[in-house]
T-cell receptor
Framework: EADIYQTPRYLVIGTGKKITLECSQT?????MYWYQQDPGMELHLIHY???????EKGDLSSESTVSRIRTEHFPLTLESARPSHTSQYLC????????????FGSGTRLTVV | QKEVEQNSGPLSVPEGAIASLNCTYS??????FFWYRQYSGKSPELIMF????GDKEDGRFTAQLNKASQYVSLLIRDSQPSDSATYLC?????????????FGTGTLLAVQP
């Protein structure tokens, strides 16, 4: 069972609202990632972090922001949600090392109306 | 050319057959390779990883790596309808501070009862 948790699982919210998607892991992983994935489509990396106070933008441009104040916590914030933000957001974490893959959370399915 | 290439499928195989999923990568410096399974509407889960040339077996799954040909494959023996999912190939490059995996777009496998 994965020890990485995302909340909420589903979120329907109006345009213009500020939202924060939560991601926490209890595995002590120093590296964490946020992906965006539309149904049936590929994963797109939007943010990543190599440790506390370290955050980088990913390959896909995103209007969201992230923070990493604690090792276990990597929240993603949208200041003003738009319908184009409707998607599934997946959080993942890993240890360093060639043989260490990512552990994914269950995801947050966001719908902006 | 994408760094990690997979045929999107769908790959349709009858129940009990061997399913062969293929992946090619462009960076010769890539060091480790991962296979993830993603059911529709769910998050990816790690099946196997491999970093040495040759075969690695785990139950009904066999990962094969050929670094000279920049090719990695996943064989699923005795395919079951419950194996129907999208299979993602992911590659980790050698060196540097980055621990990022580069994901392919995935191959949709459909096992017919």
């Amino acid at each position: 069972e994965a020890d990485i948790y995302q909340t909420p699982r589903y979120l329907v919210i109006g345009t213009g609202k500020k939202i924060t998607l939560e991601c926490s892991q209890t595995m002590g992983h120093d590296k964490m990632y946020w992906y965006q994935q539309d149904p049936g489509m590929e994963l797109h990396l939007i943010h990543y972090s190599y440790g506390v106070n370290s955050t980088e933008k990913g390959d896909l441009s995103s209007e969201s922001t992230v923070s990493r104040i604690r090792t276990e916590h990597f929240p993603l914030t949208l200041e003003s949600a738009r319908p184009s933000h409707t998607s599934q957001y997946l959080c993942a974490s890993s240890l360093a090392g060639l043989g260490n893959g990512y552990t994914f959370g269950s995801g947050t399915r966001l719908t902006v109306v | 050319q994408k760094e990690v290439e997979q045929n999107s499928g769908p790959l349709s195989v009858p129940e009990g057959a061997i399913a062969s999923l293929n992946c090619t990568y462009s960076d010769r410096g890539s060091q480790s390779f991962f296979w993830y399974r993603q059911y529709s509407g769910k998050s990816p889960e790690l099946i196997m990883f491999i970093y040495s040339n040759g075969d690695k077996e785990d139950g009904r799954f066999t990962a094969q790596l050929n670094k000279a040909s920049q090719y990695v494959s996943l064989l699923i023996r005795d395919s079951q309808p419950s194996d129907s999912a999208t299979y993602l190939c992911a590659v980790r490059r050698y060196g540097g501070a980055t621990n990022k995996l580069i994901f392919g777009t995935g191959t949709l496998l459909a096992v017919q009862p």
